[in-house]
């Protein structure tokens, strides 16, 4: 039986850019599909579901925002890489909190990109855990299922939100430092920033905390990084 290949989509409108993404990953061996613009990217989706979207943010039309937010509604399990101009911070920031995984400025080495699409995939099979279940107050994280409860009511969780909570209940009370979770999470070999981590905790605190901006489950420690709050 032949290896299925994965899957990724390229959303890129500048045509020289986008063939050479696509060749570098088709060499690399994966299954690439590619699209000029957003419109034709969500109309691809109907019929090809990639494992990960490799996504600039600055399309005609239908923005890359746009296409990432409609693509986390529907696509909890694909990865979203974005691809940003120097400068944009804001529109980095802004894609991070609609669901975005990773990001990229312009232009990068086409063997990073590749390792963050190699990097995106390992945090898709998760954390390796004898524990099945994790208990805190009213939470429940099924380990085997890939699922959490709050209160009997599933949560949607991205594979990054769902390795993020498993860290934090598998270490209650413990002071984790930035650059602990992104190694634990993200990889040892990840090249962003701390950024990265605090867009993603705060997506997960809207999901989980009946007032995100009071945590009762994730704290932040000052200057250093987070901590899971087991008892009330």
């Not at 109907?46 to 925002?65: N, Q, R, T």
């Not at 805190?136 to 890939?146: E, G, H, I, K, Q």
């Amino acid at each position: 039986m032949k290896d299925v290949k994965v899957k990724v989509l390229v959303v890129e409108d500048e045509e020289p850019i986008r063939r050479f993404i696509t060749l570098n990953l088709s060499a690399a061996g994966y299954l690439v599909g590619d699209a000029a613009s957003g419109e034709e990217a969500l109309e691809m989706l109907k019929s090809f579901v990639p494992e990960v979207v490799v996504l600039d943010l600055m399309l005609p039309g239908i923005s890359g925002l746009e296409v990432c937010q409609k693509i986390r509604k529907t696509m909890q399990e694909t990865f979203v890489i974005m691809l940003t101009a120097k400068g944009q911070d804001t529109d980095k920031i802004l894609g991070l909190e609609l669901g975005a995984d990773d990001y990229m400025v312009k232009p990068f080495n086409p063997l990073e990109l590749i390792a963050r699409v190699k990097a995106v995939l390992r945090r898709g099979n998760g954390i390796k855990d004898p524990k099945e279940v994790y208990c805190c107050r009213d939470l429940s994280l099924n380990v085997t299922a890939n699922k959490l409860f709050k209160s009997d009511q599933e949560i949607d969780l991205t594979p990054i939100e769902f390795a993020l909570i498993q860290v934090f209940m598998k270490n209650p009370g413990r002071a984790l430092k930035r650059e602990e979770m992104l190694n634990t999470v993200w990889g040892d070999d990840y090249f962003g920033d701390t950024k990265t981590l605090d867009v993603h905790i705060r997506r997960l605190r809207e999901k989980i905390e009946d007032n995100p901006s009071q945590p009762e489950y994730i704290k932040t420690v000052w200057g250093s990084g987070y901590r899971w709050q087991q008892e009330p």
